[in-house]
């Protein structure tokens, strides 16, 4: 699986896997973090990281683009929620 960053907004990334998958993640403090599930999935920031915490998170190109967005919208109100 090849790990690539598409966009990225701090903290946020659209990644792909290079075989039409697509996710969203987070990254703060050189750790990246899944944003499909309630529990934080947390890995280092590394390609295998990327993967690990979207596991079978992945979607498609329009969707996990409509979720980038929404996030980079809302990246301050959700980070305090978060954090």
Do not use: F, N
Request: net charge negative; proline share 4%.
């Amino acid at each position: 699986m090849a790990i690539k960053i598409v966009l990225e907004e701090e903290p946020y990334r659209l990644i792909t896997d290079g075989a039409g998958h697509y996710a969203v993640i987070e990254v703060r403090d050189g750790c990246v973090y899944s944003l499909h599930c309630h529990e934080r999935h947390q890995a280092p920031d590394t390609p295998e990281g990327m993967a690990a915490v979207v596991g079978d998170g992945w979607c498609e190109r329009t969707r996990a683009m409509e979720r980038y967005e929404y996030m980079t919208r809302r990246e301050t109100r959700y980070g305090e929620m978060l954090w």
